[in-house]
Structure formats: structure tokens, C-alpha cells
């Protein structure tokens, strides 16, 4: 479904993805985990095509994006839905008009169907008959699913998702990562999660990966990831600092 061989992406002196290589198969889901700055959130921006990489190639569905140009990637991103970190819904349009937005784009769907398509989407994310809402009337995890449902709008096969449970309460962060595994049952899709949440990349995930320093340093089974005998792994489960930034703090103390 989704490949990416030797990927580089670098700014002048900085490398933010070094020589990465992954591959995300038909109909799973993916954790990405990884310490702030690891270039998460870059790698999916890569993928939906808002950035492009300095060298290296990246299929989707067989095409290699790093060799079309904007209107064939249009075409392709129809295939894709992307869940951003802030919701990124259009603040001036109501609900209703946020779920709609890439039908009335991409679609010859009439009023009617477009109507009948985004109320289904709204009660597929547990918010039904909540289409004139404004962005501003809803809560944090509110706008998290309205987010999910544009994203699923136009039934994508790839759905991409940067850090969806980030600044919400533990409830519902269960309820985004219980709707995260959903939509991968009802839609067949592979779907990639960024996150930093723990307990949610261990309930969705069928593989993690962990990005550190611009490479993967372990792609593998959940269960085999929660086992990993790989020091890095265990502490970033264990959300435990290294001993030797340990020893430089404790350095630092008067």
C-alpha cells in the first residue's frame, strides 16, 4: 500500500529523515512513535505530499509521488484521508460544511447524496445530527472526530492520523483510539498513527515503529514491540529518561 525506500529529507545542514525505509501493507495499521523533533509528523507530510523529499522514493498505491506533479497528486489524494493534530477544520463553515468539503471538491454528487453522505460519516464517529454546529461550539474531542469524519468523507483507502488523542483527557483518547480501530473494520483501509500515546498505539495498532534521530530503530508485531529486548524501546515505554541524560542532569544540580 504504502513504500518508502531510502527517503531522505534535509535543510541545509539538518537531516530530519536519514536514508528511511518502510513498508505499510494493505489493510493495517501502523503506530509511528518517537520523540518530539524525531520527524513523525514530517514523514506523513511526505506521504499526503505537502512536503517532498530531498532524495528517495515513496510509493502509494503503486505510484511513486516523488515523480507526479500537483494535479495527478490531487487525484491521488483522494485516496488518502488525513486526521491533523489540531483538527484543522475550516472555522467560518459549520460542521455539516467541514464534512462535505472534499465531496463538493472531488464529487458530481448531488445536494441530496452529499447530505445523506455526510450525515452517515457524522454518525459513523458517534455525532450524529450535529451538521450545524460552528468548529467553535465543540469540545477538543469533538472536533477530533468531526476531523475523522471529513477525513473518511470520501472513503479512503489510506487514512493518516498525527497525534490523534494529543491534549485530550483519558477518556476520550479511548474513545478516538476505539474509533481509529473502527474505521479500519468498516473501510478495509491501512491507516498510519502518529501518536505518543502508549496506551493507544498498543489498542490500534497491528505494528509499531519507533523513529529515533531520523531512522527506525524497530518495526515490528505490537506484542513483539511491548517485549522488545531494545534498551531505546523499553524507554520510551517506560517514558523514562536515558541514564546518561540522568547523569547530566543530576551533573547540573547545585
Request: charged residues 25%; aromatic residues 6%; glycine residues 8%.
Amino acid at each position: 500500500m504504502i513504500e518508502l525506500q531510502n527517503v531522505v529529507l534535509a535543510y541545509e545542514n539538518r537531516t530530519i529523515l536519514d536514508h528511511v525505509d518502510l513498508t505499510i501493507h494493505d489493510g493495517e495499521t501502523l503506530a509511528i512513535l518517537g520523540g518530539s523533533g524525531a520527524g513523525k509528523s514530517t514523514l506523513l507530510k511526505l506521504i499526503i505530499g505537502l512536503l517532498r523529499p530531498t532524495s528517495g522514493t515513496i510509493l502509494v498505491n503503486g505510484v511513486d509521488i516523488t515523480q507526479i506533479d500537483e494535479n495527478e497528486f490531487d487525484k491521488l489524494r483522494q485516496t488518502m484521508g488525513m486526521v491533523f493534530q489540531y483538527s484543522a477544520l475550516f472555522d467560518s463553515m459549520n460542521v455539516g460544511e467541514n464534512v462535505a468539503f472534499g465531496l463538493r471538491q472531488h464529487t458530481t454528487m448531488s445536494e441530496e447524496e452529499i447530505q445523506r453522505t455526510v450525515a452517515r460519516k457524522l454518525r459513523m464517529v458517534g455525532l450524529p445530527k450535529t451538521e450545524h454546529y460552528m468548529p467553535s461550539e465543540l469540545s477538543g474531542g469533538m472536533k477530533k472526530r468531526i476531523s475523522l469524519a471529513r477525513a473518511i468523507a470520501l472513503d479512503p483507502n489510506i487514512i493518516l492520523y498525527d497525534e490523534p488523542t494529543s491534549g485530550l483527557d483519558p477518556i476520550t483518547s479511548g474513545t478516538i483510539s476505539r474509533l481509529i480501530r473502527s474505521m479500519q473494520s468498516h473501510l478495509q483501509c491501512s491507516s498510519i498513527v502518529v501518536t505518543h500515546d502508549m496506551n493507544s498505539a498498543f489498542f490500534v495498532a497491528d505494528r509499531i515503529a519507533l523513529l529515533d534521530k531520523g531512522k527506525f530503530i524497530e518495526v515490528s508485531p505490537t506484542e513483539e514491540f511491548r517485549h522488545s529486548k531494545n534498551p531505546k524501546v523499553q524507554q520510551f515505554i517506560e517514558g523514562r529518561k536515558s541514564v546518561k541524560t540522568e547523569i547530566q542532569e543530576e551533573g547540573d544540580m547545585p
